[in-house]
């Protein structure tokens, strides 16, 4: 069941176009990668289906609904929500405090009469729960600024979980881990898989190759190819467009040779 359909969507800054009549559809529970060279436009595609950039023209549904024209929380509300950037949770309060904070910003005013007891445990349970999915449990009562990077990525998940979403929008969620961090980051986001729908935007082609359902390529904004990972790996001009990257280089990656 398609959850997600973006159709010809168009982003430009000023003559320059970094999204060029992109379209493509995510399924209910699949992982869909988004990869392509540096400046390829990735980000902006994460930004204009988020709802925080502003498309020239396309269309974006969600759940058969047309969500073009929604602001941010309202897309959050209706189940497409983007992982938090860790710069905006508050390093002085517990794991736990913030991804409570962010239940309290996804569901708005809704606590104003309230008991402040009932209020905690509102905004507490459904905060216990996602940090449970990410693994971080153990670590609820431990303060932000105390934890380790790869945590971190793994918090900003929970803050997007703790959303109740039926799909995560992630940027780059292994960027800057170690190896292990990294391998930790793959193995949730397989266990999430088929609960969560996701798209996903990363530079680790080890856990793209992992994880993928399907793979969509773009190159200075356009789409050039789309299929499951096998189908990619063997994309002549997939191949083509990766000759020449050193860091990102699909070709040389192990992933990528065993076609
Ligand atoms: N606000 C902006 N104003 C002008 N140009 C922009 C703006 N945002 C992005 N760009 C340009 O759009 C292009 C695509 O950028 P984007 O960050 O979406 O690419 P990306 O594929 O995510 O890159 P990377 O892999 O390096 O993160 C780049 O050339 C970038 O310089």
């Known amino acids: 069941m398609t959850l997600l359909r973006a159709d010809h969507l168009i982003k430009r800054y000023g003559g320059l176009t970094v999204t060029d009549d992109v379209s493509m559809t995510v399924n209910a529970g699949e992982i869909h990668a988004v990869i392509g060279p540096n400046g390829a436009g990735k980000t902006t595609l994460i930004g204009q289906l988020s709802g925080e950039i502003k498309s020239n023209s396309g269309t974006i549904s969600f759940d058969g609904n047309d969500i073009t024209a929604l602001p941010i929380e309202q897309r959050v509300r209706r189940g497409l929500a983007r992982s938090y950037q860790i710069t905006s949770v508050f390093p002085d309060f517990t794991a736990l ?27 507490n349970d459904p905060a216990h729960q996602a940090l449970e999915l990410v693994g971080l449990a153990s670590r609820a009562g431990t303060r932000v600024g105390d934890m380790a990077h790869g945590e971190h990525r793994q918090l900003e998940l929970a803050m997007a ?26 193995e949730l986001l397989l266990r999430l898989r088929g609960k969560y729908a996701m798209l996903l935007v990363e530079h680790d082609m080890e856990a793209v190759f992992a994880l993928s359902d399907c793979i969509t390529v773009l190159v200075y904004g356009k789409k050039i190819a789309s299929g499951t990972p096998d189908e990619i790996r063997r994309n002549e001009d997939v191949k083509t467009a990766y000759l020449g990257e050193e860091d990102d280089d699909l070709a040389a990656h192990p992933a990528a040779q065993e076609a």
């Open 97 to 123: 405090q913030n991804v409570a904070l962010a239940v309290q910003a996804q569901r708005g005013h809704s606590f104003r009469f309230w008991e402040p007891t009932t209020v905690a445990r509102e905004l």
């Open 161 to 186: 979980l703790a959303c109740e979403p039926r799909m995560l929008l992630l940027d780059e969620p292994m960027a800057g881990m170690s190896q292990r961090e990294s391998e930790t980051m793959t």
